[in-house]
């Protein structure tokens, strides 16, 4: 059993590398590294050293491209972001927000596929760490705006950050599905349909809020002719 974990390390490293060796940049091969490290070990035990080897990269030139393992971390989220974005998205365009939202983060699971077993290592982390789970949630709520903007809903404004950090709290728990799942993710879909019906619900009940909300404006008026009122008593 050891040696067939330790054949299965050894492959994943090997194809790992190739696709390191493959990189445009120093810097998508510093990623690469880096991800490739994480599905092998916790995010803690990971050594700056150690990923500059892995990328054939000079720590100085390292350095030069980012200052933390959490920083190499944001990046590689922003390549998930772009190959998500990079994908059209007219033919959802008459489709309901929550078809066009599902279409959208099922592509955006698909992107993260090839890295399950980091995922995997790095929500371990997160469970042991709350300072970790804290930064992933700052990066994750930056990366749910983007998909928001993307299904065509708005991510403006405050609601737009609640609706964001909402999103990203429920793909968090679909990720744990997702990492387990079958490579057709017939089961993270399922919990995919069932998290966003949910989450309609919420957002429809966020809107209502908002709109029964007092306007800024109309409070200050409301105050001022009751002052005068008082005044002229």
């Given at each position: 059993?050891?040696?067939?974990?330790?054949?299965?390390?050894?492959?994943?490293?090997?194809?790992?590398?190739a696709?390191?060796?493959?990189a445009?940049?120093?810097?998508e091969k510093i990623i690469?590294?880096?991800?490739?490290?994480?599905?092998d070990?916790?995010?803690?035990?990971?050594?700056?050293?150690?990923?500059?080897?892995?990328a054939?990269?000079?720590?100085a030139?390292?350095?030069g491209e980012?200052?933390?393992?959490?920083?190499?971390?944001?990046?590689?989220?922003?390549?998930?972001?772009?190959?998500?974005?990079a994908?059209?998205?007219?033919?959802?365009?008459?489709?309901p927000?929550?078809?066009?939202?599902?279409?959208?983060l099922?592509?955006?699971?698909?992107?993260?596929a090839?890295h399950?077993?980091a995922?995997?290592?790095?929500?371990?982390?997160?469970?042991?760490?709350?300072?970790l789970?804290?930064?992933?949630?700052?990066?994750?709520?930056?990366?749910?705006?983007?998909m928001l903007?993307?299904?065509?809903i708005?991510?403006?404004?405050p609601k737009?950050?609640?609706?964001?950090?909402?999103?990203?709290?429920?793909f968090?728990?679909?990720?744990?599905?997702?990492?387990?799942?079958?490579?057709d993710?017939?089961?993270t879909?399922?919990?995919?349909?069932r998290a966003l019906?949910?989450?309609?619900?919420w957002?429809?009940?966020?809107?209502d809020?908002?709109?029964?909300a007092?306007?800024?404006?109309?409070?200050?008026?409301?105050?001022?002719?009751?002052q005068?009122e008082?005044?002229?008593?």
């Amino acid at each position: 059993m050891a040696r067939r974990s330790t054949a299965r390390k050894s492959t994943r490293r090997k194809s790992a590398t190739a696709r390191i060796d493959a990189a445009a940049t120093p810097r998508e091969k510093i990623i690469a590294a880096f991800m490739s490290l994480l599905a092998d070990k916790r995010i803690e035990e990971i050594d700056l050293a150690e990923i500059a080897e892995m990328a054939k990269a000079s720590l100085a030139d390292f350095r030069g491209e980012f200052n933390s393992k959490l920083a190499i971390l944001a990046a590689h989220m922003k390549q998930i972001d772009r190959a998500v974005l990079a994908k059209s998205s007219d033919a959802m365009a008459d489709e309901p927000a929550r078809d066009r939202l599902f279409d959208v983060l099922m592509r955006r699971l698909d992107a993260m596929a090839p890295h399950k077993s980091a995922l995997r290592s790095l929500m371990r982390s997160a469970t042991r760490h709350p300072g970790l789970a804290l930064a992933l949630n700052g990066l994750a709520v930056r990366s749910q705006q983007w998909m928001l903007s993307a299904a065509g809903i708005s991510a403006a404004g405050p609601k737009g950050i609640i609706r964001a950090q909402g999103l990203a709290l429920m793909f968090a728990g679909i990720l744990r599905t997702f990492i387990e799942d079958d490579e057709d993710n017939s089961r993270t879909m399922a919990a995919l349909d069932r998290a966003l019906a949910s989450g309609q619900r919420w957002s429809g009940l966020l809107d209502d809020l908002c709109r029964l909300a007092p306007r800024p404006g109309r409070r200050r008026r409301r105050r001022t002719r009751e002052q005068d009122e008082a005044a002229a008593a």
